[in-house]
């Protein structure tokens, strides 16, 4: 068995007066995975670096382009049986402004802005939730410890 990293995670969310909202998209029900509520994911592309791709997926998917965008610290990982490999996930957080307009792709059907207590009841996998309590206390509760690495644009 092999360890490949070929797909990124990204989590967009929203803050105004404190409160943090993440962006959840519905996936479609003729894609992979029907139904099922999740954040912005996707392949690296040939010649393409995490953080492209990221950036890429996240227009791709949602019509948005970050105000802010960071490397969280942390890695999400599945085993896939088609590769017969554990697939290593790096994440990313994306800041967007309150009166962002979405325009999901069609892997999608829908869309809502959730707080982080709804979003870990609606995603489907421990690692995403995971994730979103990450970004949730960096950016809630302020834990610099955590050094999010700060992707300029």
Known sequence: MKIISKYIEAHIFREENEKIEFLLMKRDEKEIYPGVWQMVTGKIRENETAVEAALREIKEETGLSPEKFWIVPNINSF????????????????????DVQIAISSEHSEFRWVDAQTAK??????????????????????????KFLEIML
């Open 79 to 98: 085993y896939s049986k088609e590769d017969d490999a554990i697939s290593m996930l790096p994440v990313f957080a994306a800041k967007v402004s309150m």
């Open 121 to 146: 009841k609606m995603l489907a996998w421990p690692g995403q939730k995971h994730s979103v309590n990450i970004i949730y206390e960096y950016f809630k509760e302020h834990k610099n410890y955590l």
